[in-house]
């Protein structure tokens, strides 16, 4: 099935903007070591992450997937997250969505909407995108323009630059 051509103002994820705060918005995203030395290389920046620890409770019980706590998470429960603007946006929001190309982008926000575990991609999707805006017989991953060969391959090399994941004896990496 081919999706009817949509304009920006149809595309879902600016409806969802309109109608509540987004994933770019309201989330604590993780970049892998990976993550920020491609993010670093395409931007010609540095400044984009700091360690701290979770605004949001929920990000540190991620009892379904151990493997995170052990690698992401520091000894004093901090970890990596890309800074946000002053409203809480995340720093690489523009007006028009993410200004990083997709393979620039974190891991994390490359697999959104999909849930996961070491283990793969789960069965369902993660809730909060705004599915009742999706035009009738057309699915969130169609709408969203994502393969599932694509998240398999995302979730892998995820997984892998988690391994490269040290607490260092400065934020350098």
Not at 16 to 37: F, H, I, L
Not at 75 to 83: E, F, H, I, Q, Y
Not at 133 to 153: M, S, Y
Request: hydrophobic content about 30%; glycine content about 6%; some cysteine.
């Amino acid at each position: 099935m081919e999706l009817p051509l949509l304009d920006e103002q149809d595309f879902l994820c600016v409806r969802c903007s309109r109608r509540r705060p987004t994933c770019c918005q309201d989330s604590e995203v993780y970049p892998t070591p990976g993550d920020v030395r491609r993010i670093a290389q395409a931007t010609g920046r540095e400044d984009f992450y700091e360690y701290r620890r979770p605004d949001n409770p929920i990000y540190a019980q991620e009892n379904d997937d151990p493997f995170w706590i052990e690698h992401v998470f520091r000894s004093d429960g901090t970890r990596r997250v890309l800074k946000r603007q002053p409203q809480g946006d995340c720093t690489f929001l523009g007006e028009a969505g993410c200004v990083l190309p997709l393979e620039t982008r974190p891991l994390i926000c490359r697999l959104y909407p999909f849930d996961f575990t070491v283990h793969g991609l789960l069965d369902e999707l993660a809730q909060g995108c705004p599915t009742e805006l999706l035009p009738e017989g057309v699915g969130l991953l169609e709408a969203l323009d994502i393969r599932r060969e694509d998240a398999l391959r995302w979730h892998h090399q995820l997984y892998e630059e988690l391994l490269l994941e040290k607490e260092p004896a400065s934020h350098d990496l």
